[in-house]
């Protein structure tokens, strides 16, 4: 009798575990399939924001002081994610049947709970970090359903909520570290602006990856970046001050200057690859999803521009396993 009680209490359990798994139960492929649901190489991208708007507000004296503000980006970024997936199932059936969820390698059950477990968990260290990045995380999630629910459907707005959500991610870490400094104000105004555009324009980009047509507006936008970046970043980030007044050179700045100059590199390769290909239809795909792990680029060179070099060599060293990862999961 007893036996049976135990049977009938954990039944529910086992179930979601073979949801969890899949319908063939190997460890592997429910790996794989997990990984491919959240998009495993974009994660990598997601750390530098807090990073950066920590260090921006002098609070990331130690390396790991802006992990909290981290994980709530993670966790939200994550919660949208699977939320994407969940509102795309039957688009998802007709023209990316391979996807765990249209494909039936994840229930629907189990997304919906990981999905409300990232949230929770997000919400729930954001509430313990302080009040602020409370009301900015709250913010997040609500922009994250708007997205996935009503957003993503227009070219405009749908682009608009992505680089917004990556801004609110940034000033997650701002807000972190308590007061933030006055001196790098300018820096913070800076940045916001930079991830707006920036996303934006990818995110255009990959609107139009199932329409496989070239948004030329968008490719000009993302143009705009790194030339923004060059002539501005430096002197608003105030890294080239002591060098031209005090002739003091900060060690961070050719770390600054040469995460730069990758990025725009980068950019400037893809952008050739989708104006100069007479099929795109690969190419749309792979290069937002090398767009998408290019900011960590540009989040290394601004910890590093604001004059915090081991800040930045930890975000930079997340560009290696995105790329890895990059070429064995969709990112797009």
């Given at each position: 009798m007893r036996i049976s009680k135990i049977v009938e209490i954990t039944e529910p359990f086992s179930k979601l575990r073979e949801d969890c798994i899949g319908d063939a139960g190997a460890a592997d492929g429910a790996v794989k399939n997990w990984c491919r649901l959240l998009r495993v190489p974009n994660l990598f991208t997601v750390p530098g924001d807090p990073v950066l708007g920590h260090v921006i507000a002098e609070g990331a004296m130690g390396l790991f002081a802006a992990l909290p503000a981290v994980v709530v980006s993670l966790c939200m970024y994550c919660f949208g994610l699977v939320g994407n997936d969940l509102n795309d199932i039957e688009e998802d059936k007709e023209e990316?049947?391979?996807?765990?969820?249209?494909?039936?390698?994840?229930?629907?059950?189990?997304?919906?709970?990981?999905?409300?477990?990232?949230?929770?968990?997000?919400?729930?260290?954001?509430?313990?970090?302080n009040t602020a990045v409370f009301i900015l995380a709250v913010s997040l999630g609500m922009t994250i359903w708007m997205y996935n629910k009503f957003?993503?459907?227009?070219?405009?707005?749908?682009?608009?909520?992505?680089?917004?959500?990556?801004?609110?991610?940034?000033?997650?870490?701002?807000?972190?570290?308590?007061?933030?400094?006055?001196?790098?104000k300018n820096m913070l105004y800076f940045s916001c602006i930079v991830w707006l555009i920036y996303f934006f324009a990818v995110s255009l980009i990959a609107y139009h990856e199932t329409r496989r047509k070239i948004r030329v507006e968008a490719l000009l936008l993302l143009c705009t970046v790194p030339v923004a970046w060059a002539v501005s970043a430096p002197f608003v980030s105030m890294a080239f001050y002591p060098a031209l007044l005090l002739k003091e050179s900060n060690p961070s700045i050719l770390l600054a200057v040469s995460a730069s100059c990758i990025f725009t590199f980068i950019i400037a390769k893809n952008i050739s690859a989708l104006v100069f290909k007479s099929d795109v239809r690969g190419t749309i795909s792979s290069s937002a999803g090398e767009l998408i792990v290019n900011i960590i680029l540009l989040q290394t060179a601004g910890c590093a521009f604001v004059g915090y070099p081991r800040q930045?060599?930890?975000?930079?060293?997340?560009?290696?396993?995105?790329?890895?990862?990059?070429?064995?999961?969709?990112?797009?």
């Open positions: 990316r049947p391979e996807r765990p969820l249209a494909s039936g390698a994840i229930s629907k059950r189990a997304a919906r709970l990981l999905a409300g477990v990232f949230l929770v968990a997000g919400l729930t260290v954001a509430w313990h970090i957003l993503k459907r227009n070219s405009f707005l749908g682009p608009l909520g992505v680089s917004t959500c990556r801004v609110l991610s940034l000033l997650c870490g701002y807000h972190a570290a308590g007061t933030g400094s006055e001196y790098l930045a060599l930890a975000v930079m060293m997340l560009f290696i396993p995105a790329k890895i990862l990059g070429k064995i999961f969709y990112s797009s």
